[in-house]
């Protein structure tokens, strides 16, 4: 999905939930695209995947809703830790560095993934619930009816 060309039309029409695939995926990529380039020396593409990343680490903190207590705030370390591993990843090209935060990052996008559609499964659930409900309000509604009659 990362690959994809989106407009900004077609972001806009995004979930909170989509927008933050998105960008892990493009975090993951460029962080593959970034180990390739380091393989081959292409030190300038290197410097620019990563300053890429970065930027995409620094929107993921902000979009952390710290009402959500302390997962929120690790959340916000790891981010920072990584950001800070990329830097000097640039810095002294080290693949090692790089590859560390590509796991890491893997973990997270899996974990995030996981639970967006557990979410959707959650919601399909309750969704079902309340059809139920409505539907045995309207077939046997509530109250005072004289089944007698």
Do not use: F
Not at 2 to 15: H, I, M, N, P, R
Not at 86 to 96: C, P, T
């Amino acid at each position: 999905m990362a690959t994809d060309v989106l407009t900004d039309e077609g972001l806009y029409q995004k979930t909170p939930q989509q927008l933050t695939t998105i960008l892990y995926e493009a975090c993951l990529e460029r962080l593959d695209r970034a180990v390739e380039c380091l393989d081959r020396k292409d030190y300038l593409e290197v410097n620019q995947l990563l300053q890429k990343c970065n930027d995409i680490l620094y929107r993921l903190g902000g979009g952390i809703n710290y009402e959500a207590g302390l997962i929120a705030d690790q959340l916000d370390a790891l981010y920072n830790y990584m950001a800070e591993r990329l830097i000097r990843a640039n810095v002294h090209k080290d693949k090692a560095a790089v590859l560390e935060v590509r796991k890491l990052l893997g973990i997270i996008h899996e974990a995030w993934t996981t639970a967006s559609h557990k979410g959707k499964d959650d919601q399909t659930g309750i969704a079902k619930q309340r059809a139920r409900a409505y539907d045995q309000e309207i077939l046997y509604p509530q109250g005072n009816v004289n089944l007698r009659e």
